[in-house]
T-cell receptor, first 110, second 111 residues
Framework: DAKTTQPPSMDCAEGRAANLPCNHS???????VYWYRQIHSQGPQYIIH???NNETNEMASLIITEDRKSSTLILPHATLRDTAVYYC???????????FGTGTSLTVIP | SQTIHQWPATLVQPVGSPLSLECTVE??????LYWYRQAAGRGLQLLFY??????ISSEVPQNLSASRPQDRQFILSSKKLLLSDSGFYLC??????????FGPGTRLLVL
């Protein structure tokens, strides 16, 4: 599975959009991009995933570049409860494994 | 709807003692099941995964083992705990949609 690179930490003002970048320059054509988040002392929570097209759900939007080498998770109106570690993962579904890196620690500031 | 349970929530064990952590899933059949460990300040590490009863794949060599005695039950065990086994242990499941859903976790402290 391709590796991902994320900044270790970011801050965002409450009510503003949080844009979390992820590089996955070695991604292959059949690998999906997944985003999870983990609030302290809880299990990771699924946010969104995509293959080629941009995706949006009730939690976030996922923007994938045309060459698929990077993506951005957008939380449109960050709240204090969005403070968490956000993990970007790429996975080929010929296998079953998710490999998590250390993620981006997002702090939403009042 | 599907739910995943883990217990205990917190565990303090002496070095050399045995370990048994349990994970059960409700509301689905024949799930894929996973055990992860998260050491302090580090990312999640996949330990074991299972695609069916009695089928276990190990990702990293260690003194831990896993078993799947029933379709929706996944157990993580050790005969003798090490200090380095301390961490946050997470169970996850996935179905036909490959998205994994995580349980609440077990925090293990080995003293």
């Amino acid at each position: 599975d391709a590796k991902t690179t994320q900044p270790p930490s970011m801050d965002c003002a409450e009510g503003r959009a949080a844009n979390l970048p992820c590089n996955h320059s070695t991604i292959s054509g059949n690998e999906y991009v997944y985003w999870y988040r983990q609030i302290h002392s809880q299990g990771p929570q699924y946010i969104i995933h995509g293959l080629k097209n941009n995706e949006t759900n009730e939690m976030a939007s996922l923007i994938i570049t045309e060459d698929r080498k990077s993506s951005t998770l957008i939380l449109p109106h960050a709240t204090l409860r969005d403070t968490a570690v956000y993990y970007c993962i790429v996975i080929d579904f010929t296998g079953n494994q998710f490999y998590f890196g250390t993620g981006t620690s997002l702090t939403v500031i009042p | 709807s599907q739910t995943i349970h883990q217990w205990p929530a917190t565990l303090v064990q002496p070095v050399g003692s045995p370990l048994s952590l349990e994970c059960t899933v409700e509301g689905t059949s024949n799930p894929n099941l996973y055990w992860y460990r998260q050491a302090a300040g580090r990312g999640l590490q996949l330990l074991f995964y299972s695609v069916g009863i009695g089928q276990i794949s190990s990702e990293v060599p260690q003194n831990l083992s896993a078993s799947r005695p029933q379709d929706r039950q996944f157990i993580l065990s050790s005969k003798k705990l090490l200090l380095s086994d301390s961490g946050f242990y997470l169970c996850a499941w996935s179905g036909n949609q490959e998205t994994q859903y995580f349980g609440p976790g077990t925090r293990l402290l080995v003293l």
